[in-house]
């Protein structure tokens, strides 16, 4: 029987955080947002009171330059990768510590980039792990858990035909068992706006304790009150206790389109919780209200800004080794 992945919050031994390694694909965003992804590094360390920290560069460059950004906060790796989210393209490790491989095809064919396929395998093999590899397509930002076989995850992405067409919801929540140990599955229906990820759960509902789900609050102006409305309706009739949050409204990006901008994209380390913030008025409400849900915990509010251009934040580019 496969022991579910530990909560976010129980121990880990450490946490894989990638590296923006590419000039052509981050342009003149590559070094403020390796400038983004060094404070995560250092506020996820917090002093020596946090996890390991391992940075995984795709080059030798960009490794020369991580190193040069993190300092002593961080091990810094090689491992050639087409872009940095590793919540997507890393392995997920269950209960026991096996590293579970599912294939990735570019969040449903947008971005085919050399590397992404089995980053995860090498990954997991660095650091001596048992591996299993699994033969459908599975983003680690697509699904969330609270520890006890208890999953939340999206009918946008999960059920998407861009994914694994041939699996019905059913047979879906049969690998989810088989294969990870989730053996109750909470589906919620669309993610943000304009997420390329096509409706990952990390951005929309997390779990901050045993059957007990957070899930945004609209914001006066957000685009999204429609998906937060129904997501909270599906949790509570599921049994599932929701805990509103605060959400950051309508951001815009560079080109003044609307970006999936979330502060559920929090990553919870040993330490710290590290929460991206975009210069809105719900900046501290949300830092508050995280602070309240983790008090042994200090909450990090930071801005993402220039990782976000690439379509994610500190939980897409993390994925953490739970303590054995």
Not at 7 to 21: K, L, M, Q, T
Request: net charge negative; charged share 25%; proline share 7%.
């Amino acid at each position: 029987m496969i022991l579910p992945p530990p909560p976010e919050w129980a121990p880990h031994d450490a946490v894989w955080i990638g590296f923006p390694s590419h000039p052509e694909l981050w342009l003149d965003d590559l070094e403020p947002a390796r400038a983004e992804v060094a404070a995560f590094a250092r506020a996820v360390h917090a002093g020596g009171r946090g996890e390991t920290v391992i940075l995984v560069a795709a080059d030798e460059e960009a490794a020369a330059a991580a190193r040069e950004h993190a300092g002593d906060v961080a091990k810094v790796v090689v491992e050639p990768f087409g872009d940095i989210w590793l919540r997507d393209t890393g392995p997920i490790l269950d209960g026991a510590g096996t590293a579970h491989d599912f294939r990735f095809n570019g969040w449903g064919g947008k971005y085919d980039l050399p590397g992404d396929g089995d980053v995860g395998l090498r990954l997991a093999r660095r650091e001596g792990r048992a591996v299993e590899t699994r033969d459908w397509i599975l983003e680690g930002g697509a699904i969330d858990g609270d520890g006890t076989g208890l999953a939340v995850t999206t009918e946008q992405c999960l059920l998407n035909p861009n994914r694994n067409p041939g699996l019905s919801q059913g047979e879906v929540e049969a690998r989810l068992a088989a294969d990870l140990g989730y053996t109750r599955v909470l589906w919620l229906g669309d993610g943000l706006l304009n997420d390329h990820t096509d409706g990952h759960v990390d951005n929309l509902a997390r779990f901050v304790g045993e059957n007990r789900l957070l899930i945004p609050q609209a914001a006066d102006n957000d685009p999204n009150w429609r998906v937060y409305q129904d997501a909270a309706q599906r949790a509570a009739a599921f049994g599932v206790e929701v805990v509103r949050f605060p959400s950051p409204g309508r951001v815009l990006g560079p080109d003044e389109e609307i970006v999936p901008a979330s502060y559920m994209n929090f990553y919870i380390g040993n330490a710290a919780v590290v929460v991206p913030v975009y210069g809105e008025d719900n900046d501290d409400a949300a830092i508050a209200a995280l602070a309240e849900l983790f008090p042994g915990r200090q909450v990090v509010g930071q801005r993402a800004d220039h990782i976000l251009t690439g379509g994610g934040s500190f939980h897409c580019i993390s994925q953490q080794l739970p303590r054995l």
